[in-house]
Structure formats: C-alpha cells, structure tokens
C-alpha cells in the first residue's frame, strides 16, 4: 500500500511531484479522507476508471498489505496525533514493512517516538546533501547538523533501520564534495543500512528548468555513479537497483514490489495503484480528493491496462534494473554486440546490467523495444542517467499531474 501526503513547507528547485505548501489547513480532513479509503479498499474493493470513461468496482486481494510506503511530498510535516491515527488505520501483518519518508528538520525525538509506536519500522530520509552549497542550489532548507540529529533521534526511538535519499549533479557540487557527502553519509552514528542516489533531472516548469546554468552535466553524473557505487560497495552496501544500494536484508523490500510489477494499492490525492495488471491514478488536488472520499465517489480518475506483449516487456525491463537480472534466454541479446556490452552473467544463469550498462540502462531499455537496433554504442550523455521514478508509471506524480488543477 502506498498513501501519499501532498503537503510540504517549501518546494524544492528541482521538485515536479504533486506536492503543495499552502494547503496545510486541509492536513486534518485528508487524514480522514485517507482513513476511509484505507477501510475501504482493505475491505477488498476498489473503483477503477476505465480507458473508455466508465468507473467499475475491481475487487482485490482483501486483507492487511506486506508493505505500506507513507511518501509525499512530506509526511512528516503532518501532525503527530494525525500521523498516528493514519498509520494504525492501516490493518497489517506482524512483518508488515512499513516506511515514511521524512526531511531531516522534522525528525525530533517525539517525531520519531510517535512513528515508532505507530508501527514504522524504517524511516527514508530526504538528505540530498551534505554540502552547503549544492544544499543552497537544490533549494533545501536543512544541514548537515540536522541531518545528523535526525539519525540520532530515530535510533533513540527504536526504529529498526534508516535509509539516505542523495541527488548527485547539483550545482557547485565537485568531484570531491560528492565524496565528502558519500563518507559523511556512512559516518553517520549509526550508518544507514540503505542509501538511495538519483541523478539530478531537469523537469518542465521548475525553478530549476528556467536556469540552464544550474542544469546538470550528463557526463559528470556518470562520473558521480561511478564514484558511489564504488563507495557504497566497499562500505557493504551492495546494489540492488540501479539507483539503491542495502546491506544485504536491508533491501525496500516496497519498492521491489514494483519492480517486479506487483499489486500495490493506492491512498491520497496523486497515489497510484496496480492491480492485476491496470495501473491507476488519484485525482491531483488534495481538496478534491477529500471531496470524492467524503461524497462516497471513487478518487481514480486515470487507468492504463497495457497489452500482454507490452505488459512483457516492460517486466523485462523492470528486472533488468535489478541486481537479479533476467534469465539468459529471456534477453534477446541477438547479433547486437552493443547491448552484448552492457549486459553480464551473474554466474548463476542470469544476465544482468554491467556498471556501464546502469548507466545506460534507459538505452538498454529502447534497444530492446526497437528495431532494428542501432549499431553504436552511446555514451552516457546520450542516454538518461540512472534516477527517479522508482516505480513504474511514478513519471505521472510529476507536472504533468499539475495540470488538473485548472
């Protein structure tokens, strides 16, 4: 189960998700809303819209989720007592994975405290950086001190384990000060057990998309992955997908779910859900999500069923970005020595993505759905560099889903 929280005290430069800072008056109301959604679709039903306009009733899988992400946006920018209530709403088994995102000047000792008696048992943090400067550029409020306080006060709590959201390519960020917040992260008291890093993008109508000095370099951005995948692998943290790295029993064991097109359903405006191979969307606007719950409507408002052979595809794509790969006779290698070079055995039958083929993993992906395949191998600027969105159809939270507030 995924339940977003649209609410944020500022925006961030780089930021297209459907997130909103002037809407805190509605945090109560919305945590009712998402209360009466979660009863509703743990009960075993759930309104999809079709491709053709109509709305029908799906059933799913009743019952408590293996999983619950609370993402946002900034969920912990909700109230204590309304963070409680939301959590403990949500019906789940004893090792029910359940992770909330969280900016590091948020996290206090009753914060954390609250969380943890509610049931989180991981906390995601949004760090990003530990430099000043790129802090600065990114339009993030917070430091490096907070960060630090933040790991402490969630460790005081008792939560099991943490995990480090980083974005590389920002601007004034060197060679060096990447290194300096990759061995400031791992120095942490205590290190994280998961660390996730995405390359910087550029996204339509941002702060960010209206100064191209500020844009990033692609090739330094593979320097960058190159450089943390190194780090993070001789401190024990291994890859697991392209942008994640865990100590081993530490992996999101949500977001493999996603990888591995699994069923997750949808709470809170902007949330999207999959269901026996239909992906759906929640209306954008947290008030008119509010209002579909309250009047007894259905909040969905887009759904896509893709077709077998596209729904394979993607399946192999989506393995591809893992640290298990894809069985050998899966992959349709054929006479293409490119995609032969970006592509290794993992001993164990299985192909998987080289370091270089990570970097390229987006032009793995179109050499696999087009043909005929071109015969040059690209270099990493001409292919999108590993980031966000870490689940499929996620591309949806970003502007685009803006427009529905006209």
């Known amino acids: 189960m995924y339940i977003h929280i649209p609410f944020c005290a ?62 946002g946006g900034t969920p912990s920018q909700l109230e204590p007592a309304d963070l409680s209530r939301l959590l403990e709403a949500v019906e789940r088994q004893p090792a029910t994975e359940v992770t909330i995102e969280a900016n590091p000047d948020d996290v206090t000792e009753t914060w954390a405290g609250t969380a943890r008696r509610a049931g989180a048992t991981r906390i995601s943090l949004g760090v990003q950086s530990l430099d000043p400067v790129v802090l600065g550029g990114l339009g993030r409020a917070h430091g490096a001190t907070a960060v630090a306080s933040a790991v402490a006060a969630i460790a005081r709590a008792g939560i099991a384990s943490y995990s480090v959201d980083l974005i590389y390519g920002g601007a004034g960020e060197t060679a060096e000060s990447w290194r300096a917040t990759l061995q400031g992260v791992l120095d942490l008291d205590p290190p994280p057990q998961h660390v996730s890093a995405y390359a910087l993008t550029v996204e339509a109508g941002t702060p960010l998309s209206r100064h191209p000095s500020r844009h990033p370099d692609e090739d330094e951005q593979a320097s960058r992955y190159e450089i943390a995948d190194t780090i993070f692998e001789a401190a024990g943290l291994r890859w697991y997908e392209i942008s994640n790295w865990a100590k081993p029993g530490f992996e999101c064991r949500h ?6 097109q699994g069923d997750y359903l949808a709470i809170g405006a902007a949330a999207h859900g999959h269901l026996a191979g239909t992906r759906f969307r929640n209306t954008t606007l947290p008030e008119r999500y509010v209002e579909a719950i309250a009047s007894g409507r259905s909040p969905v408002v887009w759904s896509e069923t893709l077709a077998p052979a596209a729904r394979e595809l993607e399946a192999l794509e989506l393995a591809l970005r ?40 987006n032009e793995v992906a179109c050499r696999l759905s087009a043909s005929p395949m071109p015969s040059s191998e690209p270099s990493p600027r001409a292919a999108r560099r590993p980031g966000r969105p870490a689940s499929p159809g996620e591309s949806a939270r970003s502007a685009e889903t803006q427009r529905e507030t006209v």
Do not use: K
Request: proline share 6%; aromatic share 8%.
């Open 10 to 71: 500022r925006r961030c430069d780089y930021c297209a998700f459907s997130t909103w800072t002037d809407r805190h008056f509605l945090r109560s109301a919305y945590v009712d809303a998402c209360i009466a959604h979660v009863r509703l679709v743990q009960s075993g039903v759930v309104e999809v819209v079709c491709p053709n306009g109509d709305t029908t009733s799906t059933t799913c899988q009743p019952g408590p989720p293996a999983t619950l992400y609370v993402g």
């Open 255 to 260: 977001n493999m779910n996603y990888w591995a």
């Open 322 to 361: 893992t640290r298990a790969g894809v069985p050998r006779a899966n992959l349709p290698i054929g006479d293409d020595p490119v995609l032969a070079r970006l592509v290794q055995a993992d001993g164990g039958g299985n192909l998987v993505l080289s370091r270089r083929g990570r970097l390229l993993a």
